[in-house]
């Protein structure tokens, strides 16, 4: 286990797009999933992106009600019309809340840890989470989206 360094805003590295994992079952990202993972939990974060940890890798991981997901190559595939706005915290700017307009329900695909296929459909909080970690995965932050 090692806790990694999670970058902060103004850091250019929160802003470069990812790139997409090859091989899911590398031993190398499986070590950087359980280091994520520790590293978001010792944090009090719900999610956190490759990005956040200086790794130009588009992989992300959310705890969300005491559900686990993560996120290997993951892709918005379709929006709800409807938006909300909510006050959304990121680990990269440390103790900053900002109201944000997001899609209140979204589809994503993505491969799971195993390198399989998934489709979550999520609304609300889960939904907010998820297209917020997209979003560093794709080198926007929150404060763009104001």
């Not at 970058?7 to 994520?36: A, G, S």
């Not at 705890?63 to 959304?88: D, M």
């Not at 459909?121 to 917020?132: K, P, S, T, V, Y």
Request: include cysteine; hydrophobic fraction near 40%.
């Amino acid at each position: 286990m090692a806790l990694l360094p999670i970058l902060t805003y103004p850091d250019p590295r929160l802003q470069i797009k990812t790139r997409e994992i090859k091989n899911p079952k590398d031993p190398l990202i499986q070590e950087l999933i359980f280091d994520m993972l520790e590293t978001m939990k010792e944090n009090n974060g719900m999610g956190l992106a490759a990005t956040q940890i200086g790794k130009l890798l588009r992989l992300c991981v959310i705890k969300f009600e005491r559900k686990t997901h993560i996120l290997i190559n993951p892709q918005i595939i379709s929006k709800s019309w409807g938006k909300e706005i909510s006050e959304e915290g990121c680990l990269s700017f440390p103790g900053q809340f900002i109201p944000v307009k997001r899609s209140k329900k979204v589809k994503v695909a993505a491969l799971n840890k195993a390198g399989k296929e998934i489709f979550i459909e999520a609304e609300g909080l889960l939904a907010r989470a998820l297209q917020h970690e997209i979003d560093h995965l794709d080198g926007i932050l929150y404060i763009e989206r104001v």
